[in-house]
């Protein structure tokens, strides 16, 4: 025990995404600091392992959605976090190694959303110059594509948008870290984070106690367990086809504004969202998936994705993911020794080493 947990300078609670990248820039801040990585699970088992994959900064749509109720200069920030904290997260773990591909992103518009599309047409312009320092070209613009689906009346494209095979990513990063002399200690959970001034006492849920300098918060949508934030857990399903022969669809999709989302993995499909169907209901920290959404989901495939092919699904899971009432991550100093990374929402991938670059930086 004493080799591992006896003057520990820095102790990071979380391995996902947010948890992985602090280690790292600590280790690149602190050359001879002892870092160590408590993971509740036997793998990272919060988001970061259970996401869609989605390389991704905001369709435009969601951008005005943005401006209603945050200022310009807010909005702006968010997403240049997000693009760069998706060049961040390539130059880290690299292209080839997390099966980078950028074929693009389009927002789908049915019937029912016309006014939405409307709307969001007739801002195209004037969004993409706003965001032009950003991605120094017009980053949206009316498709031409139709991908074969059924009952989408139009589709906004960005050919920046990007996926990643997320499970080689998180397998990449967790390699980078140990690399870099850091612990990951997996099976360990935090039950209790006790800021003396001095240092900062760590119960774990077996009732070993320790003591570590600085301790990091990255545990996103299981944070109240531990602290007092303003951070709820938003349970997101997701599923996969078996392999479609002749599949058209290549790209990152998104759809009823955002609540349901789709990208081809080769020549799979995966599929997700319907939180919408019961917000309530998906307010959990519980892993599960529901007949409710999982046939939804369904139904859409069959009736607007995959109109014309047969398919059969392969798996299906669930994540949290940490939402709250504004949609920027909260990265903090929240007392003397402890700091927090938390409340990534639906685009941790893309913003996250960012988060844990910022955070390293408050010490
Ligand atoms: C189904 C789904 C699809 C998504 N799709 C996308 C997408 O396409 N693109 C995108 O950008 N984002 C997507 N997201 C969101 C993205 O995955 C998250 O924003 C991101 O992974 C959050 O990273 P994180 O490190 O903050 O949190 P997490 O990955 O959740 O990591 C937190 C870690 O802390 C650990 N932990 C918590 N409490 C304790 C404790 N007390 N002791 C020890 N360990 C603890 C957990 O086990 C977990 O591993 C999706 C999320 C889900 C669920």
């Known amino acids: 025990m004493e080799t591992y947990f006896r003057d520990v300078d820095f102790t990071v609670i979380g391995s ?3 948890g992985l990248s602090t280690a790292y820039h600590l280790r690149k801040n602190n050359p001879n600091a002892k870092i160590i990585v408590l993971e509740k699970g036997m793998l990272p088992e919060g988001a970061s392992t259970k996401n869609a994959g989605f390389a991704c900064f905001g369709t435009l749509s969601e951008v005005l959605w943005y401006l209603e109720s945050n200022s ?27 099966d980078f591909h950028q074929n693009g ?32 070209r ?15 009346i139009g589709i906004i494209e960005t050919e ?30 935090v039950s209790a984070v006790n800021d003396t001034g001095n240092s900062v006492e760590i119960e774990l849920k077996n009732g070993f106690r320790f003591n570590s300098g600085k301790v990091f918060l990255c545990t996103n949508a299981f944070t109240k367990k531990l602290y007092d934030l303003d951070v709820v857990p938003a349970r997101a399903q997701v599923l996969v086809t078996q392999p479609i022969d002749n599949l058209q669809l290549k790209g990152c999709f998104h ?14 499909v995966l599929f997700g969202g319907g939180r919408n169907l019961d917000l309530e209901g998906e307010t959990t920290t519980e892993f599960a998936i529901t007949d409710l959404i999982q046939n939804q989901l369904e139904n859409y495939l069959r009736e607007i994705i995959l ?20 949609r920027n991550p909260i990265v903090e100093q929240l ?9 990534l929402t639906g685009t941790g991938i893309a913003i996250g080493s960012l988060v844990g670059e910022e955070l390293a930086e408050l010490v």
């Open 16 to 18: 996902g995404i947010v």
């Open 72 to 98: 310009e200069e807010e909005v702006y920030n968010l997403v240049e976090r997000r693009f760069l904290g998706l060049q961040k997260l390539r130059s880290l773990i690299g292209n080839d190694k997390m």
């Open 105 to 136: 992103g389009f927002e789908l518009f049915r019937e029912n959303d016309k006014e939405l599309m409307q709307k969001s047409l007739e801002n195209l312009d004037e969004i993409n110059s706003w965001l032009k320092p950003i991605f120094k």
């Open 138 to 152: 017009d980053v949206y613009k009316k498709s031409g594509r139709d991908f074969d689906f059924k009952n989408i």
């Open 160 to 189: 920046l948008e990007g996926q990643i095979h997320t499970g080689k990513m998180m397998r990449n990063f967790v390699k980078l870290v140990n690399e870099n002399e850091i612990s990951i200690l997996n099976n360990v959970e």
């Open 255 to 268: 759809m009823d504004e955002g609540f349901y989302y789709f990208r081809n993995i080769g020549n799979r």
């Open 307 to 326: 109109p014309k092919q047969k398919f059969e699904i392969e798996h299906r899971w669930s994540g949290i993911m940490g939402m709250g009432q504004k």
């Open 335 to 343: 007392s003397q020794n402890v700091y927090c990374g938390v409340r």
